[in-house]
Every structure is written in C-alpha cells, then in structure tokens.
C-alpha cells in the first residue's frame, strides 16, 4: 500500500473507477491527465467532476497529485526536470488512457495516442527505476476472429473491425515485445464492453448498449406519437427490422467488476507476465437482449426482428434510421467470439469478485439510470463530464 502508482486515463470511465478503488485502498497516486483549458483548476474540476463530496475526498486532497500533461508528447509536456523526477517516485504504472471512438477518419489519431501513447508509457517504465506496468487493452483485439479467444492467444495478427481495435492489438503486441525485451514486469487487461454499475447502474459512457436501448426508444415514442395519424402510412409496419444475428454474444462487463477485477489482479505478484481477458463468461446473445430491452421498454404490439441481411433489403424510413444510428456497433451484434478467462478466474477465486450475470433486472438498473440522465445529454449540457462509480 505504500506504493506510488502512476494512473492515465483516471478522468475517463475506466480509469476514473480504478482511481477511486486505489485511493480507497491507500495507495499514493500520481495521475497523468490531458492538458484542456479549463475555467477552474484541475484539482477543483477533478474533484468537482468526480464528485470527490463523497468519502474519498479527504483522500483525494492528501494522497493524490495530479500531472497536466500528455501521453503523447515527449516527457508528457511534462519537462525533463518533473518526468525524471516522476521516473524515481513512480513503483508502477496503470496505463488506462485512450482515443476509444471508431472513427476512420480519425485514424491518425487512434495511432497517435494508442500506439505512440503506450511506447511512451512503457519507456517511462523503463526508465529510472524499473516500474511495474499494467495496460488496459480489449477483448476485441481479437477483431474478426471465430471461436474461443484465449487469454494467451493472438500473435498473429486477425482481420479488424476498425481501425480502434487495430491500433489497440499493435499497441499490446509492442507492450508485450518491450516489456519481455526489457524485462519489464508486465501485466494485461482485456475488458468486454463496459456498461454502467451492476448496483447502481451509473455510467457516463452512453455508447454500446445505450445507443441501442435509445434507439428503440426512439422507436416506441415514435409509434406512440403517431397513434391516430394516416393509418395507410406505409412505414407502420408491425415489424420492424434491426441489424444482427440472433445467437450473437454481446460481451458486457458492468465496470465495478471490471475496475474490481483489475485492482484485484493487479495486487498479486503472479500476475506478472500475463493477459487476462475482463470479459463476461456468460455473456446474453443478441436475441436476450432484444428481449430484454423491448421488455423493459414496453414495446407491445411492435415485432422487432433481428435479421443478418437487412442491409440488402427494402426497408422502412424506421429501419433505415435504425441501421445508419447504430452502424459503428454492428460488428458486436453480429460476433460470436467467446472469450475464455481461465487466469482472471483462477486469480480471482475466493475474491467475491464475479461478473453479474446480464438478467433483465440489471438491465433495467443500467436503463433507469440512462433514461434518468436522459442518455448522457444532460451531463453534456451541464459539465464537461461527470464521472463517478
Ligand atoms: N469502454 C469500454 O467498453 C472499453 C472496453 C474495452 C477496453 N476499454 C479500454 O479501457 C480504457 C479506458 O476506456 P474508457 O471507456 O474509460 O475510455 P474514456 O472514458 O474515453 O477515457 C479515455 C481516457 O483517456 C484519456 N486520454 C485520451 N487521450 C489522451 C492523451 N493524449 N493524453 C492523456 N490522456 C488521454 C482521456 O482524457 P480526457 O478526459 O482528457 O479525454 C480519458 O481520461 C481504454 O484503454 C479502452 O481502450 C474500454
């Protein structure tokens, strides 16, 4: 516990819910955050941000130092004099930050941060006094892949999505090479896809699943607002058609067991030297989930029908919408990637540490939460960014 850890990425989702679970248990923590122009200072817009009122804050003030900087710039735009300073304090790094949208367009910037970012974060740890260094990669390097992904697998390079989990899998592959070349103590992470706490339902991610969930909404309030319109309009169909195969599995992760799952296994020294997959050992196929979310959102009277080759068809103004909405994520509703996670539960039996179970109650925990922060607009509006977990 007398450990000072390095942390990126703590004003992010993930690494804001790592932050807070080290902090609790005591550790010294130097956080490296984006360099942004602020009104306030950093330390007000962090705890403001993190909502800090609550216990952790006396803990926050005393055993946190925060760091404007940026990972991909040399010495973090740190300067030489605080970067080696940071080199002899730091005894581990917790490498979390990312660019994490799935824009083309926006590749450079994928590269940039997460390849590029990552060397610099595993050089730090190589320098001065040798850190331990933990790195937040994916599942989803695994792309296209078929079939069980184990923790241990994937040298070879798999067809991608997108150009998000190709510069995550060259990120790790280097990680890997560094840390073995360098004989640097090294350990991976590679969460599902994270939605908000299991008790609580908080999040400040509305992507994935949310998009999805509002989407239908959408849907539903569309068809409630028209009741009584031109019953001949043709796009009142009793079904309506989405994207995805059925027996798809949609690896979700509610993020107090990922961030659970990681500050447990980071703690154990045999972890070293090896990947585990944060993933759902149970995850829901698509069709549960359709089941699920059309339950919770009261869609009675409407089909909605998952079909694989909707692309190629004649579809209704709703169903085209549907598609061009959730494009980004259709590679996740179309995987049937299981994600074997042998060494995360042999490290974690005994802990009380297990990934809850996607039941259409905890569904409901994580949309009453969206629907209540109006799927994230709010915070939008409000703050640059709320996090909390
Ligand atoms: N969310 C998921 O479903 C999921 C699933 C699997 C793996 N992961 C991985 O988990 C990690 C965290 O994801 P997340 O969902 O928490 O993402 P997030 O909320 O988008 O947070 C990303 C963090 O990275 C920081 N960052 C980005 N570029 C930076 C730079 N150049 N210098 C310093 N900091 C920078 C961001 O800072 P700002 O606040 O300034 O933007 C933010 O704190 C990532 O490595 C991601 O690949 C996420």
């Not at 080199?87 to 367009?105: G, I, M, N, W, Y």
């Not at 994580?366 to 709010?378: Q, T, V």
């Amino acid at each position: 516990m007398n450990k000072v850890i390095l942390i990126t990425g703590a004003t992010g989702f993930l690494g804001s819910a790592i932050m807070r679970r080290f902090l609790v248990l005591g550790y010294k923590l130097k956080l490296l955050i984006r360099k942004r122009q602020r009104n306030r200072s950093i330390t007000e817009d962090f705890i403001l941000n993190n909502r800090m009122d609550e216990s952790p804050y006396g803990l926050f003030l005393d055993n946190v130092e925060i760091f404007e900087g940026d990972i991909t710039s040399k010495y973090f735009g740190l300067g030489k004099d605080i970067y080696k300073q940071l080199c002899s304090e730091v005894d581990e790094v917790l490498h979390c930050a990312a660019a994490t949208h799935f824009e083309k367009q926006r590749a450079d910037e994928l590269m940039m941060v997460n390849v590029n970012g990552t060397e610099n974060m595993i050089w730090f740890a190589n320098s001065g006094k040798q850190k331990r260094f933990h790195y937040i990669s994916t599942a989803y390097v695994a792309g296209k892949g078929e079939g069980v992904i184990f923790e241990d697998e994937l040298d070879n390079e798999p067809q991608f999505n997108n150009e998000y989990e190709r510069s995550k899998f060259l990120a790790e592959q280097m990680v890997v090479q560094y840390a073995k070349e360098n004989v640097i103590p090294y350990t991976i992470y590679r969460p599902g896809i994270i939605v908000g706490d299991s008790r609580t339902g908080f999040t400040c991610n509305f992507d994935n699943l949310y998009l999805f969930a509002k989407v239908l909404s959408n849907i539903k309030d569309d068809y409630i607002n028209r009741q009584g319109q031109d019953s001949r309009d043709q796009d009142r169909n009793v079904t309506i058609r989405v994207p995805g195969d059925p027996n798809a599995l949609v690896n979700l992760v509610p993020i107090d067991y990922v961030a659970d799952a990681i500050v447990a296994i980071s703690q154990k020294r045999e972890t070293v030297g090896k990947i585990f997959h944060i993933t759902n050992p149970n995850p829901p196929t698509l069709n549960e989930l359709r089941n699920y979310l059309t339950s919770f959102l009261g869609i009675n009277g409407v089909d909605i029908s998952i079909d694989g080759q909707m692309e190629h068809k004649h579809l209704s103004t709703i169903e085209r919408l549907f598609l061009r909405q959730t494009r980004t994520y259709h590679p996740y509703i179309f995987s049937k990637l299981r994600f074997d996670c042998s060494n995360t539960r042999n490290t974690l039996k005994g802990a009380g540490i297990n990934c809850p179970v996607i039941s259409h109650d905890l569904i409901k925990i994580l949309l009453n939460y969206a629907i209540s922060h109006n799927w994230g607009e709010r915070e939008r509006v409000t703050s640059q960014k709320v996090v909390m977990v």
